[in-house]
């Protein structure tokens, strides 16, 4: 068997794989809590109770392929010796906060696909997710400036 050649990390593809865990990994939490534990939403409310079950089901195997996919990226990565850790944390950081950002802004208010809740005061919803997803996604681009910083470093020593 022959050793494997040191290839050198791959930043941008650790990030991107990692970003499609973090938005499986959200997309996972919206849909098993707020579609099917609380029952609050499906992903499209505008049509009968039985499209919306499959548009939770569509979103739900989107989800587990964008899972599968991140997964088998940072794997080829790891067995080529070239994930980049640090940036992988950036990603998946990124990809959650971004999905939740995506799912609030676009899903939630400009398509009006569905709302978090019915019947109530939207604003302390909409605020609570938005946040949410404002923090998860600083959170990454704190972690991403950390990794560029540490690789201009690792550079400059080089």
Do not use: C
């Amino acid at each position: 068997m022959h050793p494997m050649p040191h290839d050198i990390s791959d930043p941008a593809r650790s990030r991107w794989g990692a970003a499609l865990i973090g938005i499986a990994i959200m997309a996972g939490v919206d849909e098993i809590i707020f579609h099917q534990v609380l029952g609050w939403h499906h992903f499209y409310d505008l049509s009968t109770p039985a499209v919306g079950l499959l548009s939770d089901g569509l979103l739900h195997s989107a989800e587990l392929i964008a899972l599968v996919a991140g997964f088998f990226m940072l794997l080829d990565l790891r067995r080529r010796n070239a994930l980049a850790a640090a940036w992988v944390w950036a990603g998946f950081f990124i990809g959650m906060g971004g999905f939740q950002l995506f799912d609030g802004i676009i899903d939630h208010k400009v398509l009006r696909l569905h709302q978090i809740r019915y019947g109530v005061n939207l604003l302390p919803y909409d605020v609570a997710w938005n946040l949410t997803g404002l923090v998860l996604l600083l959170v990454g681009i704190v972690l991403l400036g950390r990794a560029r910083s540490t690789a201009a470093t690792n550079l400059s020593v080089d």
